[in-house]
């Protein structure tokens, strides 16, 4: 089992930034990749980015050269800084955990652990 437990939302303002973080704990040994993903009511799922354990990094399109994905190994935690904020962004985020490498293309089906997520909303 991995427990995730995301923090960091808020509200900002579009163009500005938030870092989001990701902290995981008990059996991390196995996982492969951290992905984020994020829902705004009404819409789809959609992939954020995703992290592998050596550092390959994903991006979905619409969040490529905006968002950066790091780790720190240390402290069990992934990051997701959000730059350029855009009303568009704004929506509940969650990070999630696989234990296959295929996940870095942030299909949903390949996590088994997922946090409660934390709400980001971005203001025009």
């Known amino acids: 089992q991995v427990q995730l437990v995301e923090s960091g939302g808020g509200s900002v303002q579009a163009s500005g930034a938030l870092k989001l973080s990701c902290v995981a704990s008990?059996?991390?040994?196995?996982?492969?990749?951290i992905g984020w993903f994020r829902q705004a009511p009404g819409k789809e799922w959609g992939g954020v980015a995703s992290?592998?354990?050596?550092?390959?990094?994903s991006f979905d399109a619409s969040t490529k050269g905006r968002f950066i994905v790091s780790e720190d190994k240390s402290k069990d935690t992934v990051y997701l800084q959000m730059n350029s904020l855009k009303p568009e962004d704004t929506a509940m985020y969650f990070c999630?955990?696989?234990?296959?490498?295929?996940?870095?293309?942030?299909?949903?089906?390949?996590?088994?652990?997922w946090g409660q997520g934390t709400q980001v909303t971005v203001s025009s």
């Open positions: 999630a955990a696989s234990n296959v490498r295929a996940a870095l293309d942030l299909k949903r089906w390949h996590y088994g652990y």
């Open positions: 008990g059996r991390t040994s196995s996982r492969q990749v």
């Open positions: 992290i592998g354990r050596d550092g390959s990094t």
